[in-house]
């Protein structure tokens, strides 16, 4: 079963969510209306709380995780991700906040306490250590992940696009019968 209740918290699906049946979305979890978790990703919100945002797309082989309240941390991390957002394939984010339109490209990591503000680019590969923050309007790549330059008007457009490519995508496979 992909949707799993863990101790007292089980995930809450907005309206016309999709979660692939490979995926996996465990405890204290909210994904956004429209919003789209695709195959062999892992959402785990087991030790504090996950929150997805509407139109956002969590894309194959994604591990999603918070960072539990403890004698190094006593607050811990939660997991919160904004609206149009796009998460490509087999990104790990982990305790960190993720505001509204932006793209974090493939295989990328970002890690406890990280903030990434909103409208930004993080180029596939990158890594944003703990506790960095991503200042809205900028692409950054690198490991770690650095300011390359400003966005354009075409790249700010893209960010909606994307969400709306992935809402018609994740309704399409609602329509065949795929997903929750």
Known sequence: ????????????????AFVDSSAVVLGDV??????????????????HS????????????????ITHAGPFNPAGYPLNIGDDVTIAHKVTLHGC?????????M?????????????????????VPPGK???SGFLYVG????????LSDKERSYFCYSSKNYVNLKDQ???EGYGH
């Open 1 to 16: 079963m992909s949707i799993r209740t863990y101790q007292q918290f089980t995930p809450q699906l907005g309206e016309r």
């Open 30 to 47: 909210e994904i956004g209306d429209d919003s789209s978790v695709w195959p062999l990703t892992v959402i785990r919100a087991d030790m």
């Open 50 to 65: 996950i929150r997805i945002g509407q139109r956002t797309s969590i894309q194959d082989g994604c591990v999603l995780h």
């Open 97 to 105: 906040s993720i505001g509204s339109r932006v793209l974090v490209g």
């Open 107 to 127: 295989g990328s990591i970002v890690m406890d306490g990280a903030v990434i503000e909103d409208e930004v680019v993080l180029g596939a590969g990158s890594l």
């Open 133 to 135: 923050r991503l200042e």
């Open 143 to 150: 490991s770690p992940a650095r300011q390359v330059r400003p």
């Open 173 to 175: 496979h609602l329509m």
